[in-house]
């Protein structure tokens, strides 16, 4: 019997191996959120990259537990704002603004 590996385990794998990669990715992926405003589809990422940095260390520098990290980042977590920002700078990133080009307002 085969053992395959889910898509979230070899985009894991990708992201360990080329860390470089990971800012470009998330930026990405906020763009995304910005745009159709998926919350889940973010949080997969934000999930997959805390799956790379390792679920326990940003827990515990977040002051959550392993648990609390991952339901908060679950296909149905909806974590607060300073939840993510904690989360992100944990990551090494910040959460910044960015201004919408051609923007009515």
Same mark, same amino acid.
């Given at each position: 019997m085969?053992?395959?590996?889910?898509?979230?385990?070899?985009?894991?794998?990708?992201?360990?191996?080329?860390?470089?990669?990971?800012?470009?990715?998330?930026?990405?992926?906020?763009?995304?959120? !910005?745009?159709?405003?998926? !919350?889940?589809?973010?949080?997969?990422?934000?999930?997959?990259?805390?799956?790379?940095?390792?679920?326990?260390?940003?827990?515990?520098?977040?002051?959550?537990t392993?648990?609390?990290?991952?339901?908060?980042?679950?296909?149905?977590?909806? @974590?607060?704002?300073?939840?993510?920002?904690?989360?992100?700078? !944990?990551?090494?990133?910040?959460?910044? @603004?960015?201004?919408?080009?051609?923007?009515?307002?």
């Open positions: 085969h053992s395959y590996r889910t898509l979230d385990d070899v985009t894991v794998e990708y992201f360990a191996q080329h860390p470089e990669e990971i800012e470009s990715y998330l930026n990405e992926r906020f763009a995304e959120y !910005a745009v159709d405003g998926d !919350a889940a589809a973010l949080l997969a990422a934000l999930r997959v990259i805390a799956r790379v940095k390792g679920i326990s260390s940003l827990a515990e520098a977040i002051g959550m392993r648990q609390g990290l991952q339901k908060a980042l679950s296909a149905k977590g909806n @974590p607060r704002l300073d939840t993510i920002n904690a989360i992100m700078r !944990a990551m090494g990133y910040q959460l910044l @603004p960015h201004r919408i080009e051609n923007s009515a307002v």
